[in-house]
């Protein structure tokens, strides 16, 4: 097809259903097409005083087919009727397609991406004690423990963890992701078979939560680490709350898809809120050299 201006250019391609890896560069944005974000930056622990490893940043982004929207809300119902019931419904498959190309986003292939989510049983060192359960395989697990840590079981054995939910607007620092920790953001689209209620924004068509997860060689200490680290994000002009139990769990997974979006502290929020808490979290780490490759990509 041609116009009075010249040959008319190709009508844009549009994303195919399912979720896009990327490798998010600082100042990377939301794709306009996605209904549903998840983001983790992990930083690994330093392998000595003199190395400290970059943080590892991996952005998934879903895109939706023409039926996919109503499936996918039918799905969410089902497995909150689970929770509800205290049953823990299996981990549904990850549907990873080849990456939309977007500005600022280096699509990662499928290694890549499993080896980073397989990372979160990665984030702490083996507590001392349950060393001879770092030989076990199997899925990862995750478990709350006493007061506000939370033990994680999987290839690399058992670590502690912590969790500090994060909201509002404040200085950047805070959402840095400590030695062996992780920041973690996820959004998505609301649906008529869930909305957070009597949360900021009441009318926007987002929920967003966000939250920094701590870890320790050791659960002894973690919770008062985690405290005091919601009391420097607060006077950095954050809300923060230490999350305990199942709460807790929602969020330390909520970078892995294959669990369900942690409904327990979303808040609504508008698409523009959405980016600019993404581009947020991505500038705490800005003054890193650059994130370095995953394996795989």
Not at 139 to 147: D, Y
Not at 184 to 211: D, K, Y
């Amino acid at each position: 097809m041609t116009t009075l201006d010249g040959p008319a250019s190709p009508p844009p391609t549009r994303p195919r259903s399912g979720w896009h890896a990327y490798r998010p560069e600082v100042g990377a944005l939301a794709p306009s097409w996605a209904v549903e974000l998840a983001l983790t930056i992990e930083r690994p622990f330093a392998a000595s005083d003199d190395t400290a490893p970059a943080a590892r940043a991996l952005l998934l982004a879903r895109a939706t087919g023409r039926w996919q929207p109503v499936v996918h809300a039918l799905q969410t119902a089902m497995r909150e009727v689970d929770s509800i019931a205290g049953i823990d419904a299996p981990l549904r498959g990850l549907r990873l397609v080849r990456s939309h190309p977007e500005l600022r986003l280096d699509s990662l292939p499928r290694v890549g991406v499993l080896t980073h989510l397989r990372g979160a049983s990665e984030r702490g060192r083996v507590i001392g004690h349950r060393r001879k359960r770092a030989l076990e395989t199997g899925p990862v697990s995750w478990e709350p423990g006493a007061g506000a840590v939370l033990t994680c079981t999987g290839c690399a054995g058992v670590s502690a963890q912590a969790v500090v939910a994060i909201a509002g607007h404040g200085d950047l620092s805070a959402l840095q992701p400590p030695p062996g920790g992780a920041t973690v953001l996820r959004a998505w689209r609301c649906s008529q078979v869930w909305r957070p209620a009597g949360r900021a924004e009441p009318h926007a068509e987002w929920a967003l939560t966000i939250g920094v997860v701590l870890a320790s060689a050791t659960e002894c200490g973690l919770g008062r680490v985690a405290r005091r680290c919601a009391e420097l994000a607060r006077d950095a002009g954050w809300y923060a709350t230490v999350l305990t139990g199942a709460v807790g769990l929602e969020i330390v997974r909520a970078g892995d898809p294959r669990y369900p979006p942690p409904t327990t502290t979303a808040r609504r929020a508008s698409r523009d809120a959405v980016t600019e808490m993404l581009t947020a979290c991505l500038a705490a780490v800005a003054h890193e050299a650059a994130y370095p490759p995953l394996p795989g990509n």
